[in-house]
Nanobody, 124 residues
Framework: QVQLVESGGGLVQAGGSLRLSCAASGRSFSRDAMGWFRQAPGKEREFVAAISWSGGRISYADFVKGRFTVSRDNGKNTLYLQMRSLKPEDTAVYYC?????????????????WGQGTQVTVSS
């Protein structure tokens, strides 16, 4: 059974940092692209960042460029999202996702596996 389990969320003040992790089990994703999405209350789930299997190709949503960094450790089957300079508008549930394919994409529908999400709350 494939599982993606996010961790690292929490409450942080504006300007602070958090590091999210996504541990995969049941299947190796070392040859697949992975990504982060988020969903704020009352809003649709949106793309945050994605990374190719090798880490050589990375995409970010404009609203996180320069503040968030996505990375992965294929040996640990784990995806990361380092978040800095957090803003109240970054408050959301953050989801890890994996797709069967080497190239990252911003489209939710292209991802085959999803985690349960981890809450990030940024206070002003």
């Amino acid at each position: 059974q494939v599982q993606l389990v996010e961790s690292g969320g929490g409450l942080v003040q504006a300007g602070g940092s958090l590091r999210l992790s996504c541990a995969a089990s049941g299947r190796s994703f070392s040859r697949d692209a992975m990504g982060w999405f988020r969903q704020a209350p009352g809003k649709e789930r949106e793309f945050v960042a994605a990374i190719s299997w090798s880490g050589g190709r990375i995409s970010y949503a404009d609203f996180v460029k320069g503040r968030f960094t996505v990375s992965r450790d294929n040996g640990k089957n784990t995806l990361y999202l380092q978040m800095r300079s957090l803003k109240p508008e970054d408050t959301a549930v953050y989801y890890c996702a994996a797709r069967i394919g080497v190239l990252p994409t911003t489209a939710l529908a292209e991802y085959n596996y999803w985690g349960q999400g981890t809450q990030v709350t940024v206070s002003s």
